[in-house]
């Protein structure tokens, strides 16, 4: 039915994607060698909004791109692919533009793969950082690592600092998460209370950890192709991070992989220490602010690189 287009491909509609449309989004990121993730598509078009082309083909979307509003502080973009046959066509710089339509003055950010960066930089965007994705499987070393409902501090506690012995780790109960909203406002810089309240489903598991009664970190484990994702990844330093990665990687036997922010040195060593590698790497970018909000000291990984 569909007639093969004559037109340009610039001037193919661009239209809401929904949750009928997991499918042809995980098509798409199969097309560009990323994970199918359908879990992630499904979580990101329930709380941001997707927007996507339809193949002129007929064979399922030729491109999608998707937006994550944090109120009028910050849209986060993610999710920019387009399939293999239509590339270098214009087409991820037209769905740039009608998002930058769409936000209007409201500051923009992502992280761009190497693929992407150049065509951000044309439409004004700012490297304000960097993140390094580390995979692998994670190698306990030293502590018995018991499959932790109150899993003490980390392997090679020796190498932590006394400010960490005290953290206690546990997973989240339903009440944590006003206490998990408060700890992240200033880290993340503005309010995402409509993500970390999906993140109990969304999750295969989600950590705290607590000094003395009180919440100093949390951290969320989710499936992603063969790996499971540790993010969003939120302490109040390197000792609790490390804390909460090792009791999450208790409770999987896959391998894992987190997109840390390369300013945490000390957790990337750390976590190659414990058999993780880099995989790749991505630079994040503002439009319309010149960094981040929040604070990225605590702030290790974010939930994914599609919400900013
Ligand atoms: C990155 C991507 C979305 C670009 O889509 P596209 O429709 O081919 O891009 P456009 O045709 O609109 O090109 C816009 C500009 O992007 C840059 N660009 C596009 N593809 C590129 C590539 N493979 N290598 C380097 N730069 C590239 C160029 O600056 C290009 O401008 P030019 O054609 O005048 O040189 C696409 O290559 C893709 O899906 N890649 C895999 C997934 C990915 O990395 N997504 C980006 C996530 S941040």
């Given at each position: 039915m569909h007639s093969p287009s004559p037109r340009s491909l610039v001037d193919l509609p661009i239209r809401r994607l929904n949750r009928g449309d997991l499918v042809p989004c995980a098509d798409l990121c199969e097309d560009r060698g990323?994970?199918?993730d359908e879990h992630r598509w499904g979580l990101l078009l329930s709380a941001g909004t997707g927007y996507g082309i339809d193949a002129p083909d007929g064979k399922g979307l030729a491109a999608t791109c998707l937006t994550m509003p944090y109120g009028s502080d910050l849209t986060a973009v993610g999710m920019m692919l387009v399939a293999g046959r239509y590339a270098r066509q214009g087409i991820a710089r037209r769905l740039m533009r009608h998002v930058m339509e769409m936000v209007a003055d409201t500051p923009l950010a992502l992280y761009a793969t190497e693929q992407g960066q150049p065509l951000y930089e044309d439409l004004g965007f700012s490297p304000v950082g960097r993140a390094e994705r580390v995979g692998g499987r994670f190698e306990a070393i030293?502590?018995?690592?018991?499959?932790?409902?109150?899993?003490?501090?980390?392997?090679?506690?020796?190498?932590?600092?006394?400010?960490?012995?005290s953290v206690t780790t546990r997973p989240a109960a339903a009440d944590d998460l006003q206490a998990m909203v408060r700890l992240d406002l200033p880290v993340f810089g503005t309010d995402r209370t409509h993500l970390l309240a999906r993140l109990p489903a969304f999750s295969d598991r989600l950590q705290v950890a607590e000094e003395h009664g009180e919440l100093v970190g949390y951290a969320a484990l989710w499936p992603s192709g063969q790996a499971a994702v540790v993010g969003p990844l939120i302490a109040r330093d390197t000792p609790t991070a490390q804390a909460l990665v090792a009791a999450l990687a208790t409770t999987t036997d896959r391998p894992l992989r987190a997109d840390v922010d390369a300013r945490h040195k000390e957790l990337l060593g750390w976590l190659t220490e414990h058999g993780l590698e880099p995989l790749s790497r991505t630079t994040v970018m503002t439009y319309g602010i010149p960094d981040l909000p929040g604070d990225a000291t605590r702030?290790?990984?974010?939930?994914t690189v599609a919400t900013g």
């Open positions: 990323w994970p199918r030293g502590s018995g690592g018991s499959p932790a409902v109150s899993a003490s501090v980390a392997p090679s506690s020796s190498a932590l600092p006394s400010s960490a012995s702030r290790f990984a974010p939930l």
